[in-house]
Each structure stands twice: as C-alpha cells, then as structure tokens.
C-alpha cells in the first residue's frame, strides 16, 4: 500500500525534486511528529532546516494540505521537503495516508487570494437554477452517502485503534529505572522531541545548543515562524541548559 500511495502522488513532483527529497529520507535527515489526528509535521536537518506541514480538513477528508517553509515552497511548488516528508510519513503514520487520496498545495497566501477570487467571481457569475433530480437519481446518491459514512467509519476506527495501542506502547516503553525529572524539564525535553530532536538523558549543554540552533532556522519569525514558537524554543532552552548546569554543580561537589 505504501509505494502504491507514493505513486499516486509521484506526478505532483518532477523527478529531481522526488530524487532529492528521497536522498534527505535515506540520509536520516527528516523527522516527524503528530500534534493530532489531523495534523504531521516534519522537519528537514539540512544547512538550514525547513519545516512541512500536511494538514486533512477531517479524519474522514481525503484531502491533505501540505506546505513547507522554503523558498520553492513560497513560490507553489511542490518541493523536495514535502516530498521526503511524504517518505517519513509513510514509515512511521502510515495510517494517515489510509483514507487520503487527493493532496494541495496550501499556504496562507494562496488561500487568501483564492478567497477573493472566488468572492469576486461569484459576484459576476450568473448561476442557473439546477434541474430537479429525478427519484432514480436521489435514490442512487443516498445510497453512495450510506456507503462513504460506512467507508469513513471504518477507517475512523481503525485511526482510533493505532493512536489507542500506539499509546499504551508508548507508556510501556517509558517504563525504565531512569531517576525521575523535574516536570519542567520533562516538560522541556517533550518539546524537543516533538520538534524532532529527542534527547537522551544524560544530555550536555551542547546537545541543547545544537537543537536550539536548528529549531531557530525554522521558527524564527524571519524565515516563516512565528513570535510564539521563537518564545517556547528560548524557554524551553534556558530550562534545560539550567538543569544540566545544576547538575553539573552537584556533581562537582560530591
């Protein structure tokens, strides 16, 4: 099922934008997260790192709105960050791409001249009155109606059952003899991790700077972030490197 959905969407892309996008994926170069059921991020580690977003309106929606933070991506292109996000997608939430069968290009810009053209056209569109339909015809699209409900319950089920044992595997595997953390630096470290740059305990000041330096490139308001994410990266930051350094203190006088 995985290589048939990357075929599906293969003429979106030109060949040496899904060449690229496949050497990130093979080179460990992409991580991803799931904020919720409708939503994947992924990060590109390059030179400079790029974040792609793919979004579904619904669990049920088949379609997914990708976007991604660089240039080629600004401009509407279909570029080699959302293609080796698709790659990532594939191996670790292959349920996401389940039900989805159609996918968009998405950005704010676009979204926002779409709305007036769409605005406009309807104010100097002339829309005739539709036929009636005929019984046969009724009777035909609520029967489809039945099936599509069934069809989308069914695979909202299956979502429900990965996310629930996905979870429970997750609570077990936490389960270790490791001293517990502060909640704040749990906290921090969650944040970390969720942005693609899980950390390990014992951790040292230059793994928190490393993951601060690379988070900046993507949420920096500059370079299509926003304020908020820049605020929670330089928290999150400065309790961690507080943690280590206390750490380290206590260490030193024992």
Known sequence: MSVQ?????????????????????????????????????????????????????????????????????????????????????????????????????????????????????AENTYRPQPRPLSQAQIDSQAAYKVKQAAYRKEQYQRKKEFLKSKKQANKKSTKTEKPELPSAVTNALNFFSENGFPMETPFTVEDIRLAKKKLSQVFHPDIGGSHHEILELNKNFEVLIRFVQSENGSMAHS
Request: net charge positive; hydrophobic share 30%.
């Open 5 to 121: 959905k990357l075929e599906m969407w293969e003429h979106f892309f030109k060949p040496e934008v899904r060449s690229a996008g496949r050497r990130y994926f093979n080179e460990g170069k992409v991580s991803s997260s799931q904020p919720s059921d409708t939503e994947i991020l992924s990060y590109i580690k390059a030179s400079t790192s790029f974040k792609v977003s793919l979004k579904s309106p619904s669990v049920e929606s088949e379609i997914i709105n990708v976007d991604c933070t660089c240039p080629a991506s600004r401009k509407g292109q279909f570029c080699k960050h959302i293609w080796a996000a698709f790659m990532k997608v594939e191996q670790d939430h292959p349920d996401f791409l389940e039900s989805k069968s159609e996918i968009q290009k998405h950005t704010q810009d676009s979204e926002s001249a779409n709305s007036s053209f769409q605005k406009k056209r």
